[in-house]
């Protein structure tokens, strides 16, 4: 019985900060969460502020404008 091998794609497509945590969705279904602890600028940013994201790189990272920042994807991998 042959075994299918599943393609990992890190690749965000869609992106949710809550009041206490961010979450990642990639390409390949897998879902990434932070506590938004660890990005001080989204934790004291508004809803609004949060929610005006937009990848970056080919979805390899996520940039929020009015706050001035940038997290990549492959650093929450890193931290996962």
């Given at each position: 019985m042959p075994?299918?091998?599943?393609?990992?794609?890190p690749t965000a497509i869609d992106v949710v900060v809550t009041?206490?945590?961010l979450?990642?969705?990639l390409a390949d279904g897998r879902e990434l969460a932070a506590?938004?602890?660890w990005f001080p600028r989204l934790l004291?940013?508004?809803d609004s502020q949060r929610r005006n994201w937009r990848l970056i790189g080919?979805?390899?990272g996520?940039?929020?404008p009015d706050?001035?920042?940038d997290i990549s994807v492959v650093s929450l991998l890193r931290a996962a």
């Open positions: 075994i299918s091998a599943v393609k990992l794609d009041d206490d945590r979450v990642v969705t506590p938004l602890a004291e940013a508004s080919r979805g390899q996520i940039h929020w706050v001035d920042e």
